[in-house]
């Protein structure tokens, strides 16, 4: 894979679309954080029917707070993993409201030291709720850039570092959607739909599907 051919794969990834955004829905840095929080190893699809009971009534640290964990977990039992999440997103409020003022810190340690928030977390919120020219590897974005071979590593550390490297500035701040999204419904884990792909005459996959 070389320069040229991944500059001509995000030229058209952001062609196809221009102003790319996460699939979850918030309306404030701290709901996309606890949005975020939530959906590990969860669908966005999930954690969106679960949030929309659960921002109408409590969306602030303090709001969540006083609803405590069995509160919390009332709301999102329907996520996988809510025991643990329920924990951390009350910690995290705890943590926000006594540290930074009630307000989601544009800082990636600050972030990071958020029970429940990880690299990936943190990278999604600097991105999207600040604009940072980030890039967050999911699964998703881990097997489209070994698949594709655009950014290929052992792990999604490697990855990310070898994206951070060769995506040109331009793109940066769009790429992590356009590679989850096309990871999400075009470049599939099991079958993935080469047929109907944007890219599929760039793409270096050797066993593509029709």
Known sequence: MNQAKRIEILTRLR???????TELAFSSPFELLIS?????????VSVNKATAKLYPVANTPEAILALGVDGVKSYIKTIGLFNSKAENVIKTCRILIEQHGSQVPEDRAALEALPGVGRKTANVVL??????PTIAVDTHIFR????????????VEQVEDKLLKVVPAEFKVDCHHWLILHGRYTCIARK???GSCLIEDLCE???KTE
């Open 15 to 21: 062609d196809n679309n221009p102003e790319p955004t």
């Open 36 to 44: 975020v929080l939530l959906s590990a190893q969860a669908t966005d």
């Open 127 to 132: 991105n999207t709720a600040f604009g940072w």
């Open 144 to 155: 489209v850039c070994n698949r594709t071979r655009f950014a290929p590593g052992k792990n």
């Open 192 to 194: 993935p739909r080469c």
């Open 205 to 207: 996959f050797k066993e």
